[in-house]
């Protein structure tokens, strides 16, 4: 396993400086490898980095930032996705997924949507997307665990405070090993861990569908049912909130 030393990894803003406009299931990414990817890969790369990409620099041209990375030298291991509610909730946001299509990615041409600028935003709530350290399905992963998610989202409630936002959303599941080995969530202790509270709790709309996800389900059911949990609240969103004021 790949030695690392976590007190060298830097966690800040996303800047235009570099645009995370993937993520990392296949492993870190740096300027030189984002644009990198077998001639034989059925990802429609090409066209979701020019979509992600546009969307990207106008959310944060917008709103200062809609990212939190983690760099291990000139390498992105870790990557915290976030946009206010607002975004969130306008047509064409789909799931807001940088790595699928619409409805679970954005539209193509949603960075054309007119976003309302801070000042206009009556519900100052951000939405946590995604939060990947390293790569969760790769076998070895040795920026898991390092405390790096901890440190990126303190992060990012730092800088949510400094830029005028009263709360932050999360979604999050049951506390199983699936869910922090192959998915860009977390458990709910991680999030009560943060200060953040359950605030909601409903079926997963994208975890009812045993023809699509069928052996997700049946693992998280499985895992659930080992623990003590009944099964059939594996597949339950629980919506976790900080209040920053």
């Not at 041409?109 to 939405?127: G, H, M, N, W, Y």
């Not at 070895?140 to 990012?156: C, D, F, H, S, W």
Request: aromatic content about 8%.
């Amino acid at each position: 396993m790949e030695n690392i030393m976590v007190e060298d990894v830097v966690v800040e803003p996303m800047t235009e400086e570099f645009i995370l406009w993937r993520c990392l299931h296949g492993g870190p990414l740096s300027r030189d490898t984002i644009d990198q990817w077998s001639s034989g890969d059925k990802m429609q790369w090409t066209r979701y980095r020019d979509r992600n990409t546009a969307l990207l620099v106008k959310l944060t041209r917008t709103y200062g930032a809609c990212a939190i990375l983690a760099r291990d030298g000139d390498r992105i291991v870790g990557h915290l996705r976030f946009y206010p509610k607002s975004v969130c909730c306008k047509e064409g946001a789909g799931g807001l997924c940088l790595q699928q299509d619409f409805p679970a990615g954005p539209v193509e041409d949603f960075s054309d949507s007119d976003f309302l600028k801070p000042a206009q935003i009556e519900d100052r709530t951000l939405v946590v997307h995604c939060l990947m350290t390293g790569s969760p399905q790769q076998k070895e992963n040795p920026y898991q665990r390092k405390g790096i998610g901890t440190r990126m989202v303190n992060a990012l409630i730092e800088w949510a405070k400094v830029n005028g936002w009263e709360r932050i959303e999360a979604d999050s599941f049951e506390d199983l090993p699936i869910i922090y080995d192959i998915t860009g969530s977390a458990g709910h202790t991680f999030w009560e861990k943060m200060g953040f509270r359950l605030v909601d709790r409903h079926p997963h709309p994208d975890l009812q569908d045993r023809s699509r996800f069928g052996e997700f389900i049946k693992t998280l059911e499985e895992q659930a049912k080992s623990i003590g949990i009944p099964p059939e609240r594996a597949t339950d969103r629980l919506v976790m909130r900080l209040d920053l004021t």
